[in-house]
């Protein structure tokens, strides 16, 4: 799968320098991130719970890779591609449910709605740029699914 996730992130940050003196550090980044997305899941159906109609659920997980980014819509921030900045991989968790409907002999048509929650930080730069070991990014995530089987 094909999946565009992005953050506006806001931070204001006091830091401590070494001489005893403290910097105050404030921004504003607008983060978009395109990533392929491979589901390693279980999907589970029910019985028929309406004529012609199954309810599902699925669990599992997704790793993914990035294909692009952006912050703040621009591709190369001081000479340096900002897709560098983000990790290659993420990881997520992924828990969904829905229905699927008998349209005819062989064609289905289903719905549902999936949560995907970030398991891996995607990027390291505010931990080096602020100086602080405990910031951490993750992607979470609700979809709609719509599709037909056929």
Do not use: C, W
């Given at each position: 799968?094909?999946?565009?996730?992005?953050?506006?992130?806001?931070?204001?940050?006091?830091?401590?320098?070494?001489?005893?003196?403290?910097?105050?550090?404030?921004?504003?980044?607008?983060?978009?991130i395109q990533y392929i997305e491979?589901?390693?899941?279980?999907?589970?159906?029910?019985?028929?719970?309406?004529?012609?109609?199954?309810?599902?659920?699925?669990?599992?997980?997704?790793?993914?890779?990035?294909?692009?980014?952006?912050?703040?819509?621009?591709?190369?921030?001081?000479?340096?591609?900002?897709i560098k900045r983000f990790n290659?991989?993420?990881?997520?968790?992924?828990?969904?449910?829905?229905?699927?409907f008998q349209m005819g002999q062989?064609?289905?048509?289903?719905?549902?709605?999936?949560?995907?929650?970030?398991?891996?930080?995607?990027?390291?730069?505010?931990?080096?740029?602020?100086?602080?070991?405990?910031?951490?990014?993750?992607?979470?995530?609700?979809?709609?699914?719509?599709?037909?089987?056929?």
């Amino acid at each position: 799968m094909y999946r565009s996730k992005g953050a506006e992130i806001s931070y204001n940050y006091t830091r401590s320098n070494g001489d005893g003196s403290t910097e105050n550090i404030s921004g504003k980044d607008d983060l978009t991130i395109q990533y392929i997305e491979i589901p390693l899941t279980l999907k589970l159906f029910t019985n028929e719970v309406a004529p012609g109609t199954v309810a599902y659920f699925q669990v599992g997980g997704s790793l993914n890779t990035k294909v692009a980014a952006q912050v703040n819509d621009k591709k190369v921030i001081d000479s340096e591609k900002v897709i560098k900045r983000f990790n290659i991989f993420e990881a997520d968790v992924l828990l969904g449910g829905g229905a699927e409907f008998q349209m005819g002999q062989s064609t289905k048509l289903f719905a549902g709605l999936t949560y995907h929650r970030g398991l891996t930080d995607i990027d390291d730069f505010y931990e080096k740029r602020l100086g602080d070991k405990n910031i951490s990014i993750k992607n979470n995530s609700v979809s709609l699914d719509f599709g037909v089987k056929f």
